[in-house]
Nanobody
Framework: VQLLASGGGLVQSGGSLRLSCAASGRTFSSYAMGWFRQAPGKGREFVAAITGTGGSTDYADSVKGRFTIIRDGAKNTVYLQMNSLKPEDTAAYFC??????????????????WGQGTQVTVSS
């Protein structure tokens, strides 16, 4: 599986961005998908995840109520809609795929495939 993330950019505090992660292959629904972020000098932090069926989602407390993860099976794409952005959301954002249909995890090492990062910068 190859993952291609896009949609990052520079936005003012309170603004919105939508990240996309396009996956190759024909078994997209066999993978749970996750978004992680990494700020300079910090470890990779869980942001959100969605099961292969799209029926269940999980969010970090820091983004709950502001970010939404959705997946489009027809386009083999997972999105991260980010609203009410804060300067502390500034980081490189990564999408990842987990060979699972019915469960997700917040542990980066458990994901099987990773996309390249897309930078999100929120100015105050």
């Amino acid at each position: 599986v190859q993952l291609l993330a896009s949609g990052g950019g520079l936005v003012q505090s309170g603004g919105s961005l939508r990240l996309s992660c396009a996956a190759s292959g024909r078994t997209f629904s066999s993978y749970a998908m996750g978004w992680f972020r990494q700020a300079p000098g910090k470890g990779r932090e869980f942001v959100a995840a969605i099961t292969g069926t799209g029926g269940s989602t999980d969010y970090a407390d820091s983004v709950k109520g502001r970010f939404t993860i959705i997946r489009d099976g027809a386009k083999n794409t997972v999105y991260l809609q980010m609203n009410s952005l804060k300067p502390e959301d500034t980081a490189a954002y990564f999408c990842a795929a987990l060979r699972s249909m019915g469960w997700t995890t917040r542990v980066p090492d458990e994901y099987n495939y990773w996309g390249q990062g897309t930078q999100v910068t929120v100015s105050s």
